[in-house]
């Protein structure tokens, strides 16, 4: 692929809203995972106490704390990353020329 302003062959993506957008899904995500693993922490709580007293309760709840907040991390992550790809692809410009520093999307009437 070749710059349409100045014919360089030195084009790369930008992938912006991906960056973006995964940074804010992450975030997201991991405060929805927390939130939700409040519950599977109370269930790994009560296991815990079950199982190993009140430090197996601890144990238990903060895994399940600590889980949760992951996996949330993860998927929001993921779907950040995805929803930021859209936008580039369709709002901002996806490409920019390292020799003139011009950004540009694919196909360029002229």
């Known amino acids: 692929m070749e710059c349409p302003f100045c014919g360089s062959e030195s084009v790369v993506k930008r992938r912006v809203g991906r960056r ?5 899904g992450t ?11 409040l519950s599977g922490g109370e269930a790994g709580a009560a296991l815990g106490t079950v199982i190993g007293g009140p430090i197996g309760a601890f144990g238990g709840g903060l895994a399940g704390l600590v889980i949760g907040g992951l996996l949330g991390a993860v998927v929001g992550g993921r779907a950040g990353e995805d929803a930021g790809a859209v936008v580039d692809e369709r ?3 996806p490409f920019v020329c390292k020799d003139c520093g011009r950004t540009f999307r694919l196909p360029i009437c002229k």
């Open 91 to 93: 709002v901002l410009d």
């Open 20 to 24: 973006v957008g995964g940074a804010i």
């Open 27 to 37: 975030a997201a995500g991991a405060v929805a995972g927390g939130s939700a693993a």
